[in-house]
């Protein structure tokens, strides 16, 4: 007799991953106005409409970040880690924008691809990655 443990997972892929915010408005504004993400989805629910559900992404991405207020604890201490194939690029872009707090360049450790950090305003941090090539 098979165990659900025994069954191979239905799991396809990371679709949403969670940032606890502060300020759900200022976290819109920041990954909207700052990076240049898209806001995927900005609606309320629950009985009275007292709870909301907002998604942002990086344009032409299938996963989508979740920004949430805090359920248990303070916001922030949550990471995720973005692709891109001009890592340099996108670190100098976003400095010329101003605003985000981020690393003075990107940097590459041996066995792991060039990256930089970059912080919200509530310390998550986005790891921006250079992507691996194409096979």
Known sequence: MSTPTDAPTSVTSIGVVMFTVSD??????????????DVRSDTTFGENGENRWVEVAPPGSVARLALNP???????????????????????????????????????????????????????VVVVVEAPPAS
């Not at 408005?25 to 990954?31: E, H, K, L, V």
């Not at 359920?71 to 995720?80: C, L, N, R, T, V």
């Open 24 to 37: 759900v408005d200022a976290a819109i504004s920041f990954y909207r106005d700052r990076l240049g993400w």
């Open 70 to 124: 805090p359920m248990y604890d303070e916001p922030g201490g949550s990471s995720i880690g973005v692709e891109t194939t001009d890592v340099v690029g996108e670190h100098r872009r976003l400095t010329a924008i101003g605003g985000v707090d981020l690393e003075p360049e990107p940097m590459r450790t041996p066995g792991a691809p060039l990256m930089f950090m970059l912080r919200d305003p509530d310390q998550n």
